[in-house]
């Protein structure tokens, strides 16, 4: 049974580039969260999708921004990229979007370093 | 607004039992969770707590006590593979908002000393 999947897992842009991250959900699985982990902090919610809408955002400018597929993967854009976007972005899929969801399977992550 | 305190590190010996404690501030709530992660490795679940009381799996127990807005997570017999960051994490819901997400703690690094 196929965990969560990233691409890639790491990479290296420049200020000012644009850069797309993908992810598959584990099997089963129709809801994608995308984090953002800085070095020694704990995972910040990006957004989170769901029948291929944003259902959720945290407090991240518009210069993120995602989409799903109709097969659950999803993407993660980041444009404009600055030196603070350097992180491990990390994919969490889950089973829909109720109370009861509360279990996330989260991916290797995709480790962006921005020079 | 939203809010998950941990301490940042604790320290044990091999063998004994540590408690990592969470204290939670949302507009919503609907769980405490607790995840583990290794370094340069991905969180992994670890328990969960929709109601209050005690949960235990194996070597890991979680309590929960809403009406205090806490929680801990209880490690027993610990061994070295159990080095790792700790995180609590919260299942939050905005008022109207239809859905809702999983916040994260700032996570808790625990050393085991042999």
Same mark, same amino acid.
């Given at each position: ?6 691409? /890639?897992?790491?990479? $290296? ?22 984090? &953002? ?10 957004? &989170? ?11 991240? /400018?518009? #210069? =993120?921004? %995602?989409?799903?597929? /109709? ?12 030196? %603070? ?20 399977? =989260? ?9 | ?15 004994? $039992?540590?408690? $990592? ?9 609907? %769980? ?60 939050? &819901? #905005? ?20």
């Amino acid at each position: 049974d196929a965990g969560v999947t990233q691409s /890639p897992t790491h990479l $290296i842009k420049t200020r000012g580039q644009q850069v797309t991250l993908r992810c598959s959900p584990k099997s089963g699985h129709d809801t994608v969260s995308w984090y &953002q982990q800085a070095l020694g902090q704990g995972p910040q919610f990006i957004f &989170q999708y769901y029948e291929e809408e944003e259902r959720q955002r945290g407090n991240f /400018p518009d #210069r =993120f921004s %995602g989409h799903q597929f /109709p097969n659950y993967s999803s993407e993660l854009n980041v444009n404009a990229l600055l030196l %603070g976007d350097s992180a491990l972005y990390l994919c969490a899929s889950s089973l829909g979007v109720a109370v009861g969801a509360n279990v996330l399977t =989260f991916g290797a992550g995709s480790r962006l370093t921005v020079l | 607004g939203q809010s998950l305190e941990q301490p940042s590190e604790v320290t044990a010996v091999e063998g004994a $039992i540590v408690q $990592i404690n969470c204290t939670y501030q949302t507009s919503g709530f609907y %769980g405490l969770s607790w995840y583990q992660q290794h370094d340069g490795g991905a969180p992994t679940f670890l328990s969960y707590n929709g109601l209050d009381g005690l949960e235990e799996t194996g070597r890991f127990s979680s309590f929960l006590s809403r009406s205090d807005s806490y929680g801990y997570l209880l490690l027993q017999e610990l061994q070295m593979k159990d080095s790792a960051s700790y995180f609590c994490a919260v299942r939050d &819901q #905005r008022s109207g908002n239809r859905d809702d997400k999983i916040i994260f703690g700032k996570g808790t690094r625990l050393h085991i000393l042999p």
